[in-house]
Nanobody, 120 residues
Framework: QVQVVESGGGLVQAGGSLRLSCLVS????????MGWHRQAPGKQRELVAR???????NYSDSVKGRFNISRDNAKNTVYLQMNSLKAEDTAVYYC??????????????WGQGTQVTVSS
């Protein structure tokens, strides 16, 4: 079993910063993609940022230049540094990972989500 646990959400004023963390644990051979998605009330879940095992990244246009994704492979952790936060960044943020198991099959796992609220 693989567990994905996010932390670091909260309430922040517009223009402020937050750092989200996502720890992956359990039985696995390696982690391929690690990333963050978000879902605002009444909207579909959308990609925020993701990082492949080779370090390549993708960002949503709405967060480019403000958010930075990084990962610590030794700790099986992915981070999302969010700067210059805006009210429209308010959402539940979900960590998504693609894990290669000991049987060399890949599965995606989602965390439970962490609320980020930006007050204007």
């Amino acid at each position: 079993q693989v567990q994905v646990v996010e932390s670091g959400g909260g309430l922040v004023q517009a223009g402020g910063s937050l750092r989200l963390s996502c720890l992956v644990s359990g039985s696995m051979f390696s982690i391929n993609t690690m990333g963050w998605h978000r879902q605002a009330p009444g909207k579909q879940r959308e990609l925020v940022a993701r990082m492949s095992s080779d370090g390549s990244t993708n960002y949503s246009d709405s967060v480019k230049g403000r958010f930075n994704i990084s990962r610590d492979n030794a700790k099986n952790t992915v981070y999302l540094q969010m700067n210059s936060l805006k009210a429209e960044d308010t959402a539940v943020y979900y960590c998504r990972v693609v894990v290669v198991t000991t049987t060399t099959r890949a599965y995606q796992y989602w965390g439970q989500g962490t609320q980020v609220t930006v007050s204007s």
